[in-house]
């Protein structure tokens, strides 16, 4: 992934966390690490540039990473670790980044449905 996918790719994730997620990072790009979410309590995770696949397998990857990012920050703040949350089942799972024909989305992983593609999130 280059640098302009990797940003691209970011910036749709990124459109999720701010639909859905109380919690917004600060993004610093670090010499050592590279970009880094650094949460409120000043906690930070790097962000690894996914190589090989598909670009959807790609994104897909990345929305892991932050989502992993958003659910150690929400704890961190006393919130409800869910992000993004199912839906279908309000405060009991977040929802799975994955493939499903050639598309990044999001998926219900209790009933496998899929709820949004990633980056279309609506608020709430």
């Given at each position: 992934m280059d640098d302009v996918e990797f940003?691209?790719?970011l910036e749709t994730v990124l459109r999720d966390l701010r639909a859905q997620c109380v919690v917004r990072p600060r993004i610093r790009v670090d010499d050592t690490y590279g970009i880094m979410l650094h949460a409120p309590d000043g906690?930070?995770?790097g962000l690894t540039?996914?190589?090989g696949g598909t670009v959807a397998e790609r994104l897909a990857n990345l929305a892991d990473q932050v989502q992993e990012w958003a659910v150690e920050a929400l704890w961190s703040e006393g919130a409800p670790?869910?992000?993004p949350n199912c839906p279908t089942h309000p405060d009991t799972h977040p929802l799975t980044p994955t493939v499903a024909a050639d598309t990044a989305v999001w998926v219900c992983p209790k009933s496998g449905a899929t709820i949004a593609r990633i980056g279309e999130l609506e608020s709430r």
């Open positions: 940003s691209e790719a906690s930070g995770q540039s996914p190589l670790a869910v992000w």
